[in-house]
């Protein structure tokens, strides 16, 4: 691991908690080793959100990617993922009825070719 220095870090009461819950498990032996994992996580995800990037660099090149950027933004804001799975099951339950004999609604085929 090479040399270890301290250092000193703020963090808000509940995770101070947290940290000391996962110490107290036995799930970490220190409060160091939580950091760690939490620092080494960090640092992976954020080598992982840089390949992706450069994939996608790659494969629409960068000013598309900044048209399909603008073009999000530009489409207004998102909704909760609720919402957008409450719409779903409203437009299925409007094409599909409430009923349907306990069947699931399949498009394009019919019950006989099941």
Known sequence: MG?????????????????????????????????????RRWEYEQAESDRLYQQAVKAYGLERLRQMVQEGIDSGPGIDIDEAFDRVRARLKQKWGEGNGGRKAVAGRSARSR
């Open 3 to 39: 040399k270890i220095e301290k250092i000193s870090v703020s963090l808000p009461a509940e995770m101070v908690k947290a940290v000391n819950r996962a110490v107290d498990s036995g799930n970490y032996a220190s409060v160091s080793e939580v950091v760690r994992t939490a620092l």
